[in-house]
Structure formats: C-alpha cells, structure tokens
C-alpha cells in the first residue's frame, strides 16, 4: 500500500489548556477513518515528538490523535491520559474516524500505559480499544492509569484483544529485553524487532542540544518509523499481513 502526503495536523484542546493533534488521512473518500491515539513518554507535552510517526501513519489511512501529557503530575499523569482517551473516543467520529476500530498506542512510557489500560480487566468491554501497540516500552512496573503492571496481569490472564509489540534491538534507554519480556507470555502478541535505537522507532532522533528528539535523518530511523507506522495500520487493519 503506497503511502498518501497527509494534511497538517488540526490541534484542539481535549480538556481544559491541554492540546491534542488531529492528524486525518488525505483520501478521506472512503468513508471513516480507523483511529489511533497515540501517547508520547516521559518528556512533559511531547506530542511534537510523535509528528513524524502520526504523520507516516496518516499518511496509510489512519486518523492520529496524539495529545499533550506531564507523567511529572501529582498522579503521573493518570487524568490527562484518560481525559484524552474519552476525548478520543467521544469525538473520532466528528474527526472522520471509525470509533469501532479504534488503536490504542504508546511509545516508551506512553506504552506502558497503552497496554495497561486497554489489556486491564476494570476496563469496560463497550469503551475498549480493538487492539493496542506498545513501541519501545517496558511493563513490569504499575501504570497510572490502571494501578497494575501489565507484564503480572498479562501472565496470568489472556489478553482480551490484540496485542503488537515493537522495540529497537540498539536501544540502549530501554533495552529489548523488556519487551522481549511481555513478549513470552502472550505467545499470540505480534512482534517486530527493528535495527534501531529508542528514538529511531518512531522515526526521530535524540539531539542533546536541545534535551529533546527530533524528526530523523539516520537512514535506520527513518526505516523504523516507517515500519512502525505499518505495525500500527497492520493493528488497525488497513494492512494486511
């Protein structure tokens, strides 16, 4: 499937001062759009992080929400990700999404939270996601959103949707192992190791500069980021295989 030049992203606010990007697929001609909500890590307000993979990922037919969050809040951040959660929900349709495919995603600690919330019994059936990507994550620690951490509950329990996994096998922030790690107990995870580090599987790099990632120039990254935004279209199913 040959990649469409998406629009710039629309930001809105998903609750009081805090932003959202809406990044929607050019061809919209063929109805509502699968929806992907994708949490940046830890670095506070980091949706700019992300632009490269949501706009790759746009540009395969999906509509992207990346929000704002501060995991340095009292609660690590627990309200603003379910804040922007219900917003997506609520408000996918409005996007020109589908909310009966809908993504939940999450690099590095936003991945942790990802798969904490959407694999996590309290969560209801009618408001989980079809299927959840964890991208450079570790998840034997609690999560904020949900008080567990994913990597004891899942190996006690079946996942109750579809679980993608991705990590770099140069990442030396998190290593591999740690995915490697959920990876064993869900024998039906899907799983892609890239030749990468922590920020080239999102298609940014790390510039100590600024303390921050920007969108990459490393062929390795640019390769990785594109195949994470396939792992997220293959989630959603706009890609087979």
């Given at each position: 499937?040959?990649?469409?030049?998406?629009?710039?992203?629309?930001?809105?606010?998903?609750t009081?001062?805090?932003?959202?990007?809406?990044?929607?697929?050019?061809?919209?001609?063929?109805?509502?759009?699968?929806?992907?909500?994708?949490?940046?890590?830890?670095?506070?307000?980091?949706?700019?992080?992300?632009?490269?993979?949501?706009?790759?990922?746009?540009?395969?037919?999906?509509?992207?929400?990346?929000?704002?969050?501060?995991?340095?809040?009292?609660?690590?951040?627990?309200?603003?990700?379910?804040?922007?959660?219900?917003?997506?929900?609520?408000?996918?349709?409005?996007?020109?999404?589908?909310?009966?495919?809908?993504?939940?995603?999450?690099?590095?600690?936003?991945?942790?939270?990802?798969?904490?919330?959407?694999?996590?019994?309290?969560?209801?059936?009618?408001?989980?996601?079809?299927?959840?990507?964890?991208i450079?994550?570790?998840?034997?620690n609690?999560a904020?959103?949900?008080?567990?951490?994913?990597?004891?509950?899942?190996?006690?329990?079946?996942?109750?949707?579809?679980?993608?996994?991705?990590?770099?096998?140069?990442?030396?922030?998190?290593?591999?192992?740690?995915?490697?790690?959920?990876?064993?107990?869900?024998?039906?995870?899907?799983?892609?190791?890239?030749?990468?580090?922590?920020?080239?599987?999102?298609?940014?790099?790390?510039?100590?500069?600024?303390?921050?990632?920007?969108?990459?120039?490393?062929?390795?990254?640019?390769?990785?980021g594109?195949?994470?935004?396939r792992?997220?279209?293959?989630?959603?199913?706009?890609?087979?295989?």
């Amino acid at each position: 499937m040959s990649t469409t030049q998406p629009t710039a992203p629309e930001t809105v606010e998903y609750t009081q001062g805090r932003l959202m990007d809406v990044h929607r697929p050019t061809d919209g001609g063929g109805g509502p759009a699968p929806v992907v909500l994708l949490w940046h890590g830890r670095g506070a307000d980091e949706r700019d992080v992300l632009r490269p993979l949501a706009t790759e990922a746009a540009g395969l037919g999906l509509l992207v929400l990346v929000p704002d969050w501060r995991s340095d809040g009292e609660d690590g951040g627990r309200a603003e990700l379910l804040a922007s959660f219900e917003h997506a929900r609520r408000h996918a349709a409005a996007y020109g999404g589908d909310p009966e495919r809908f993504v939940l995603a999450g690099w590095s600690l936003g991945g942790r939270e990802a798969v904490a919330l959407a694999t996590h019994p309290d969560t209801p059936a009618d408001v989980r996601p079809t299927a959840v990507v964890g991208i450079a994550s570790s998840y034997v620690n609690p999560a904020c959103t949900t008080g567990d951490a994913p990597l004891k509950l899942l190996a006690d329990r079946p996942s109750p949707i579809p679980v993608w996994l991705v990590h770099g096998s140069r990442d030396e922030l998190v290593p591999a192992e740690r995915t490697l790690e959920l990876a064993r107990v869900l024998p039906d995870a899907q799983l892609l190791e890239l030749d990468s580090d922590h920020a080239g599987v999102v298609m940014t790099e790390f510039d100590p500069a600024v303390e921050r990632c920007r969108p990459a120039l490393a062929g390795h990254a640019v390769d990785a980021g594109r195949a994470t935004a396939r792992v997220l279209a293959r989630a959603a199913g706009v890609i087979n295989g």
